[in-house]
């Protein structure tokens, strides 16, 4: 396998469950894509405080290939008021194969291929993990 040693000893920071936040970044210019309006209560909208992220739980493993990685995501959407007593989420499944890794110190940038949910095309996105603390 290719990637196989650097798959390794990013091993601490891919695979398991997490919780964190999740941005997206334009990849022609690198400018932050602010979460989508019609995820985010008018209320929020109205104060022109549009988020920038959301708050995600991740479980991901390895599959039968060591390059090939399943994901389940859900994110928690924005709230307000009552509305953070009772969270709504949307919950994602991912099929990945792993292209090309790198690794240094706490962070791992990885290169993934992957199946575009509308359009069933096959895609390529970088994702980079940043690790905060002990592993």
Sequence with gaps: NRHDSKLKASNKLYGGDFAGLS?????????????????????ILEWEKSPSCLEVLVSEEGGEEEETWSRQTVSVLPAVGCGVDNLETTKKEEEMRVQSVSVADDVVSFDVEYEDEDNK??????????????N
């Design 23 to 43: 941005a997206n970044f334009s990849p022609k210019d690198g400018k932050l894509i602010r979460v989508p309006d019609h995820l985010v209560p008018k209320e």
């Design 121 to 134: 095309k096959k895609r390529r996105r970088t994702e980079t993990i940043f690790a905060v603390g002990d």
